[in-house]
């Protein structure tokens, strides 16, 4: 028997804004691919439509030539062949294609929405707001890469940064969107539990934004060893800048020992979490959301340990940011329903 619930109501809105998250996820795995294989820089220009990848010899041969006056090629890559070239062109295509993707995919059933005047109350604000989004992601992107192809072949991890927050700040906003039509009634849960919950994601997005600064400073390569790094906690030479707060914020060694902490605080923040839910009259929910969060976290340290371990594995660190997006996902999703 069919049954009007929530989700029937405003399935294909709930479907594109499912879809929508995939895709971000799906675009953000590949970034991370991308930065993981040098590949970021490899394409040298960037227009709003996107254009198709090079289909013949000659084609190839014209994109090299252009990537031969980059910074990248002249100081590092000068060694590269046509197949070396190849290798890291279609990553950061790949790249680029998904995020257009994701503007269609928004875009068009849109549209459709609209001219069916399928939105409920309220919803088409939403919307615009997730576009905006949409479209600043994209020329957030182009900025970064922007920024590696004038002198200096590395890309600002400031701008790394802001691009990937800006990418799980779509996400949020969709997800959320997408439970708010899902989960329409009224949550349940104390203060002091919704307080948890919500430091937990701030230490989340701060971790979020600490792993593009060590992926931008490559500082994951740098002390391989865990729990110390070399022999210390943290190294004398953690405090080579000045002024000192720098040392943290653009300091390879002080990055990555800030991120080593805030995995630490993360990690309490959800045990924490997942005994207040076994001692609180919460739903059913919510306490397989917590109990789903303790298994992501001990999960996503140590796949955070192994990365830095082994050297930054391609496989090993791709796994971990999946881990972040899971993380985020799901301290949005039981902050939802408290």
């Not at 190849?86 to 929405?113: A, D, M, N, Q």
């Not at 329409?184 to 792993?211: E, H, M, N």
């Amino acid at each position: 028997m069919h049954t009007d619930t929530p989700f029937n109501t405003h399935k294909p809105i709930i479907l594109w804004l499912f879809t929508g998250c995939l895709l971000i996820y799906l675009m953000v795995i590949i970034g991370g691919i991308t930065r993981l294989t040098h590949s970021g820089l490899s394409m040298v220009e960037w227009s709003p439509t996107g254009s198709l990848p090079p289909m013949n010899e000659a084609d190839w041969n014209t994109e090299f030539s252009k990537y031969k006056q980059s910074p990248e090629y002249r100081l590092i890559n000068h060694h590269f062949s046509l197949d070396d070239f190849k290798s890291i062109y279609l990553w950061e295509f790949y790249h680029r294609f998904t995020g257009r993707l994701i503007g269609i995919v928004f875009i068009i059933p849109f549209i459709w929405f609209i001219v069916r005047k399928k939105f409920p109350e309220g919803f088409l604000k939403k919307s615009l707001v997730l576009l905006v989004l949409g479209a600043l992601q994209g020329l957030l992107g182009w900025y970064m890469v922007k920024s590696g192809l004038v002198k200096n072949p590395h890309v600002s991890h400031y701008r790394l940064a802001a691009h990937l927050i800006t990418a799980f700040t779509t996400f949020g906003f969709t997800f959320w969107y997408a439970l708010d039509l899902w989960y329409p009634d009224k949550k349940t849960g104390s203060s002091t539990f919704k307080r948890l919950v919500k430091l937990l994601l701030a230490l989340v997005v701060v971790q979020i934004i600490y792993g593009a600064f060590v992926a931008g400073l490559k500082a994951g390569y740098i002390y391989p060893t865990f729990p110390k790094m070399g022999n210390d906690w943290l190294p004398a030479d953690a405090w080579l800048l000045n002024p000192v707060w720098k040392n943290f914020t653009e300091g390879a060694i002080g990055v990555q020992f800030i991120h080593r902490c805030v995995a630490y605080l993360v990690t309490i923040c959800v045990v924490v979490i997942y005994v207040r839910a076994k001692k609180t009259d919460l739903s059913v929910l919510q306490k397989k959301l917590a109990n789903a969060l303790l298994f992501i976290v001990l999960l996503q340290f140590i796949l955070g340990m192994f990365t830095l371990l082994m050297g930054v594995p391609v496989s090993i660190a791709s796994l971990h940011q999946t881990g972040a997006f899971f993380l985020f996902s799901g301290t949005l999703f039981l902050l939802h329903r408290s």
